[in-house]
């Protein structure tokens, strides 16, 4: 009769028979991928952008121009005045 040997090994998906796991190699080529495009993608995003960030202040506030429209004349001093004392209340 033939000798059985000592060590069983049980068959698990994705494990090799000295408990390493195996198979899974592609998930780190996959993470270092969607890194890579996203630092690509910031990168272009950040170019096209000329540097400045999307949600900072814009150029020309409110403010600026409001004397700005005033001092070419678009508006009287009434108006001027009225939408000062309006933009203050806003803030």
Known sequence: ???????VY?????????????????????LWLVIAVLVIWGL???AASGGERSGGRPTEDALDALRRRYAQGEISREEFEERLRVLRESL
């Open 1 to 7: 009769m033939a000798q059985a040997d000592s060590a």
């Open 10 to 30: 049980v068959q698990m998906p994705f494990w090799r028979h000295d408990g390493y796991m195996m198979g899974w190699h592609w998930g780190w080529w996959l």
């Open 44 to 46: 272009t995003r950040a």
